[in-house]
């Protein structure tokens, strides 16, 4: 659920990822209200991790990233739905990503 945390001209907020659902790769974006750490996190349907996508601290604003549908280790993860977690400071929000091979 969303927490709306406003600070300058930016929120936290973590956008629903495009393409969804994908094949081979997804684009993650998300909005930082103030400089803090940040955590991305790639987790299986059973809640395991599948994948730190970002764990380092980062300046507010905009931020991209892109999760190609690998493990830890760069190995390709199955067809189905997964959740992305962002963590930034004491915001925290999930969104679900879809991968179709």
């Known amino acids: 659920m969303k927490q709306p945390a406003s600070v ?7 956008f629903q ?3 969804n659902p994908f ?9 930082l209200a103030s400089a803090c750490r ?3 996190t790639i987790f299986d349907s059973l809640g395991r991790c599948v994948r730190r ?3 380092a601290r980062q300046q507010a ?3 991209r990233t892109e999760w190609r549908g690998t493990d830890e280790h760069d ?3 199955a067809t189905g739905s997964f959740l992305c977690r962002l963590q930034a400071g ?3 929000e999930v969104i679900r990503l879809t991968l179709l091979r």
Do not use: K, M, W
């Not at 300058?8 to 973590?14: C, I, R």
């Not at 094949?23 to 909005?31: D, F, K």
């Open 8 to 14: 300058g001209s930016f929120d936290f907020q973590l």
């Open 17 to 19: 990822n495009y393409p």
């Open 23 to 31: 094949n081979p790769a997804t684009i993650i974006e998300y909005t």
């Open 38 to 40: 940040v955590r991305l």
């Open 53 to 55: 996508i970002v764990d």
């Open 61 to 63: 604003g905009f931020h």
């Open 75 to 77: 190995l390709p993860v």
């Open 90 to 92: 004491d915001f925290s």
